[in-house]
């Protein structure tokens, strides 16, 4: 139905549906007497004593008319879904992660929020799993949700951050939630928080938000279990407001996001056994030994049975392969299986401690461990472009890693990758309109008599953040895989396309007059730290800088080693142009230093 009011058309509809049915609402429209008045986007809900979950969601879909010789000229705007992602970019701000001036930084605010939403309640009702750590997290979570989905559960799994859209945060049966269940929580959360803030509890922030938000879904769509990954430390996480989670899990520690956590392992250790819960059984992974006394003093104060749980023996997966690639993966999955066993126990589910019988695992177990996927983590993507024209001439190995001791794992699989017979599954789950992330194990599959064909040719994709110290990440990088005997023909730095302060497809920026200093200073690193490898005497070295003027390299900055790009996509389409040049070559491309740059890699290479 169409409502004419001021400058702008209404076009209202209503879709209803209920939590399990898989996203299919139907259809139906309803008029206002004051539609104006209305809230642009809404959300109506209810409940019945059967725990029946009906949502019905109207969108407004608002289009701009201009005046013209007496006839209305309709000019779409917005999208309701574009509408919901400037709303929650508003959520973001500008400051350090570090800076503790504004008042949506107090902790206890969230439970304030909490009551907002009504979700006190059903937060106690929610049997969760909490997973804190620097590295291996995120993974140690895809594995938990797999196995218990496989298992028979209804699921929910928060994970940060997002790589190409923001529903992959929320996964309902190992699915990104649907767009339109998505807006209809989202604006209910959104519309309460606007309506009762105050200069003393103003709108939580971006972060603070999205966790909110994980909680009255998860609620809402009555999961049987809820694994939530922390976002960043534990203790002060938007994710601790967990009182009584069933059981807790400390993946791999090191060094990372050290201007607020504590430059020491034992203090960060300490921040991330902040989730601890009296009583509450934990597991960890093998640690350093300064990490792993804090973690035992934190738990003996809380009377937490913590135990390490054992990497992953290979042997038990009956011939199948993680569905999370590189061999770290078999600690996290290792966690995994702790978690689950445990919380299965706990929950009333089963008698069997599956931690007991490491040499069998249930077929359920073993079947969530092979199907797991997470996007941007030991992935490998051949670029859609090329791969048309020829096959396998430029893949792209991603990794997220951001943090040091990461950097050698990442350098370790990429290394290994390279070199293995060209069947390299890639666990990128194909979800185009990312209705799903089932695994997919499309792989790059080129013969042994193919391959020996053509030389291989391995570049680095290179950005961090500026808090991260590329002097730790990119030596450990090029040490690692020269150990493997690899070494990058060039590196290429690049601004990041996302911006931080905005969310959604439009989060991009065209500027082509973009600060480059990071990534200049990142080349320079580079090029002293191989000049060093060489053997080369780097000391007051004054590097020569070509600034290329060919169209395809506009504003390129080159150096013997390296290269600067002033935007991502002439950088895609210089090594693309590279492969073009040289039919006879292959071009394997680690992209790593920021998931950010692995999101914005996938969107262009998956186009």
Same mark, same amino acid.
């Not at 429209?29 to 539609?35: E, N």
């Not at 003093?297 to 009956?318: G, I, Q, R, T």
């Not at 092979?370 to 791969?387: M, W």
């Given at each position: 139905?169409?409502?004419?009011?001021?400058?702008?058309?209404?076009?209202?509809?209503?879709?209803?549906?209920?939590?399990?049915?898989?996203?299919q609402?139907?259809?139906?429209?309803?008029?206002?007497?004051?539609?104006?008045?209305v809230?642009?986007?809404?959300?109506?809900?209810?409940? !019945?004593?059967?725990?029946?979950?009906?949502?019905?969601?109207?969108?407004? !879909?608002?289009?701009?008319?201009?005046?013209?010789?007496?006839?209305?000229?309709?000019?779409?705007?917005?999208?309701?879904?574009?509408e919901?992602?400037?709303?929650?970019?508003?959520?973001?701000?500008?400051?350090?992660?570090?800076?503790?001036?504004?008042?949506?930084?107090?902790?206890?605010?969230?439970?304030?929020?909490?009551?907002?939403?009504?979700?006190?309640?059903?937060?106690?009702?929610?049997?969760?799993?909490?997973?804190?750590?620097?590295?291996?997290?995120?993974?140690?979570?895809?594995?938990?949700?797999?196995?218990?989905?496989?298992?028979?559960?209804?699921?929910?799994?928060?994970?940060?951050?997002?790589?190409?859209?923001?529903?992959?945060?929320?996964?309902?049966?190992?699915?990104?939630?649907?767009?339109?269940k998505?807006?209809?929580?989202?604006?209910?959360?959104?519309?309460?928080?606007?309506?009762?803030?105050?200069?003393?509890?103003?709108?939580?922030?971006?972060?603070?938000?999205?966790?909110?938000?994980?909680?009255?879904?998860?609620?809402?769509?009555?999961?049987?279990?809820?694994?939530?990954?922390?976002? #960043?430390?534990?203790?002060?996480?938007?994710?601790?407001?967990?009182? !009584?989670?069933?059981?807790?899990?400390?993946?791999?520690?090191?060094?990372?996001?050290?201007?607020?956590?504590?430059?020491?392992?034992?203090?960060? @250790?300490?921040?991330? @056994?902040?989730?601890?819960?009296?009583?509450?059984?934990?597991?960890?992974?093998?640690q350093?030994?300064?990490?792993?006394?804090?973690l035992?003093?934190?738990?003996?104060?809380?009377?937490?049975?913590?135990?390490?749980?054992?990497?992953?023996?290979?042997?038990?997966?009956?011939?199948?392969?993680?569905?999370l690639?590189?061999?770290? *993966?078999?600690?996290?999955?290792?966690?995994?299986?702790?978690?689950?066993?445990?919380?299965l126990?706990?929950t009333?589910?089963?008698?069997?401690?599956? #931690?007991?019988?490491?040499?069998?695992?249930?077929?359920?177990?073993?079947?969530?461990?092979?199907?797991?996927?997470?996007?941007?983590?030991?992935?490998?993507?051949?670029?859609? #472009?090329?791969?048309?024209?020829?096959?396998?001439?430029?893949?792209?190995?991603?990794?997220?890693?951001?943090?040091?001791?990461?950097?050698?794992?990442?350098?370790?699989?990429?290394?290994?990758?390279?070199?293995?017979?060209?069947?390299?599954?890639?666990?990128? @789950?194909?979800?185009?309109?990312?209705?799903?992330?089932?695994p997919?194990?499309?792989?790059?599959?080129?013969?042994?008599?193919?391959?020996?064909?053509?030389?291989?040719? *391995?570049?680095?994709?290179?950005?961090?953040?500026?808090?991260?110290?590329?002097?730790?990440?990119?030596?450990?990088?090029?040490?690692?895989?020269?150990?493997?005997g690899?070494?990058?023909?060039?590196?290429?730095?690049?601004?990041?396309?996302?911006?931080?302060?905005?969310?959604?497809?439009?989060?991009?920026?065209?500027?082509?007059?973009?600060?480059?200093?990071?990534?200049?200073?990142?080349?320079?690193?580079?090029?002293?730290?191989?000049?060093?490898?060489?053997? !080369?005497?780097?000391?007051?070295?004054?590097?020569?800088?070509e600034?290329?003027?060919?169209? #395809?390299?506009?504003?390129? *900055?080159?150096?013997?080693?390296?290269?600067?790009?002033?935007?991502?996509?002439?950088?895609?389409?210089?090594?693309?142009?590279?492969?073009?040049?040289?039919?006879?070559?292959?071009?394997?491309?680690?992209?790593?230093g920021?998931?950010?740059?692995?999101?914005?890699?996938?969107?262009?290479?998956k186009?």
């Open positions: 139905m169409k409502i004419r009011g001021g400058n702008y058309n209404y076009t209202i509809f209503f879709l209803h549906y209920t939590p399990k049915a898989n996203c609402p139907s259809l139906s429209s309803h008029s206002f007497q004051q539609p104006l008045l809230s642009s986007t809404s959300l109506l809900y209810a409940s !019945n004593l059967h725990l029946r979950f009906l949502v019905s969601l109207f969108c407004i !879909n608002r289009t701009k008319m201009s005046q013209g010789e007496g006839k209305d000229e309709i000019k779409p705007t917005l999208s309701p879904y574009e919901a992602m400037e709303a929650l970019s508003s959520l973001i701000t500008k400051r350090s992660r570090a800076d503790k001036s504004n008042k949506g930084d107090k902790y206890e605010l969230l439970f304030d929020y909490i009551k907002i939403l009504e979700l006190e309640e059903p937060i106690k009702k929610m049997k969760i799993i909490h997973v804190a750590g620097t590295k291996g997290k995120g993974s140690t979570c895809a594995f938990t949700e797999s196995i218990l989905r496989n298992c028979g559960f209804h699921t929910g799994l928060f994970t940060s951050p997002h790589l190409i859209d923001v529903r992959e945060r929320f996964r309902l049966d190992g699915m990104d939630i649907c767009e339109e998505f807006l209809a929580y989202f604006w209910w959360c959104f519309d309460r928080f606007k309506e009762r803030a105050t200069d003393e509890v103003p709108m939580p922030t971006y972060f603070r938000f999205l966790a909110l938000l994980a909680f009255k879904i998860f609620a809402a769509e009555q999961v049987d279990v809820a694994i939530l990954e922390v976002g #960043l430390g534990g203790k002060y996480d938007a994710t601790n407001v967990v009182e !009584n989670p069933v059981v807790c899990g400390i993946a791999s520690l090191g060094y990372d996001h050290m201007e607020i956590l504590g430059n020491t392992l034992g203090q960060i @250790a300490g921040e991330k @056994a902040g989730i601890f819960k009296r009583g509450v059984p934990a597991f960890t992974v093998p350093p030994d300064e990490a792993m006394l804090v035992e003093e934190k738990a003996s104060e809380l009377d937490v049975h913590l135990e390490v749980a054992a990497p992953l023996d290979a042997s038990v997966l009956s011939g199948l392969h993680l569905g690639e590189g061999e770290h *993966q078999y600690i996290n999955a290792g966690l995994a299986i702790a978690l689950c066993s445990t919380w126990q706990r009333g589910h089963v008698e069997i401690n599956y #931690l007991k019988e490491m040499t069998h695992l249930p077929e359920q177990f073993v079947k969530g461990l092979a199907t797991a996927a997470l996007q941007g983590r030991a992935q490998i993507v051949p670029d859609q #472009l090329i791969e048309s024209e020829s096959l396998g001439d430029l893949v792209f190995y991603l990794d997220g890693a951001h943090s040091p001791e990461s950097m050698d794992v990442c350098a370790k699989w990429f290394s290994l990758a390279i070199k293995g017979d060209y069947k390299q599954h890639n666990s990128y @789950a194909s979800n185009h309109g990312h209705n799903e992330l089932g997919s194990h499309d792989s790059v599959e080129i013969s042994h008599h193919e391959a020996s064909k053509k030389s291989s040719t *391995q570049f680095l994709l290179f950005n961090c953040m500026s808090v991260r110290d590329p002097e730790l990440l990119l030596p450990r990088l090029v040490r690692a895989c020269a150990s493997h690899v070494h990058f023909q060039k590196a290429l730095f690049v601004p990041n396309v996302s911006v931080y302060y905005k969310v959604g497809t439009s989060a991009s920026t065209a500027d082509t007059q973009v600060d480059l200093s990071w990534q200049l200073t990142l080349q320079r690193i580079w090029e002293n730290l191989v000049r060093g490898e060489k053997g !080369n005497d780097v000391k007051n070295t004054d590097h020569t800088y600034e290329v003027t060919d169209d #395809l390299e506009k504003g390129a *900055q080159s150096c013997e080693n390296s290269k600067v790009f002033p935007s991502l996509p002439v950088a895609i389409n210089w090594l693309r142009d590279t492969v073009r040049k040289n039919r006879s070559g292959r071009s394997q491309v680690l992209v790593t920021s998931l950010h740059l692995v999101g914005d890699v996938l969107r262009l290479v186009k």
